[in-house]
Nanobody, 112 residues
């Protein structure tokens, strides 16, 4: 069974930066990050395939970068130029052929 553990959330001012990490165990393919703000639906933030292809939500393009260290089974989300609307719980998502596994989430709060 795949497990994913996130770290790196916190409180930051507008314009600041944070880096999220997610260490996963097991066998899996793509990895990614979702987020969910209060009262809103969960949305895909960024995703990276096993081959390194990436895709991003329009709202974070140019500000967020997803990378992957396959040797460490870890995915990172570098978040720059943070905005209050980026405030949400961020979840690591790990894809297998049958299921997606999600971590427990880490809170990111951007103050104005």
């Amino acid at each position: 069974q795949v497990q994913a553990v996130e770290s790196g959330g916190g409180l930051v001012q507008t314009g600041g930066s944070l880096r999220l990490s997610c260490a996963a165990s097991g066998s899996f393919n793509a990895m990614g990050w979702y987020r969910q703000a209060p009262g809103k639906q969960r949305e895909l933030v960024a995703r990276i395939s096993s081959g390194g292809w990436t895709n991003y939500a329009d709202s974070v393009k140019g500000r967020f970068t997803i990378t992957r260290d396959s040797a460490k089974n870890t995915v990172y989300l570098q978040m720059n130029s943070l905005k209050p609307e980026d405030t949400a719980v961020y979840y690591c998502n790990v894809e297998t052929p049958l299921y997606d596994y999600r971590g427990q989430g880490t809170q990111v709060t951007v103050s104005s």
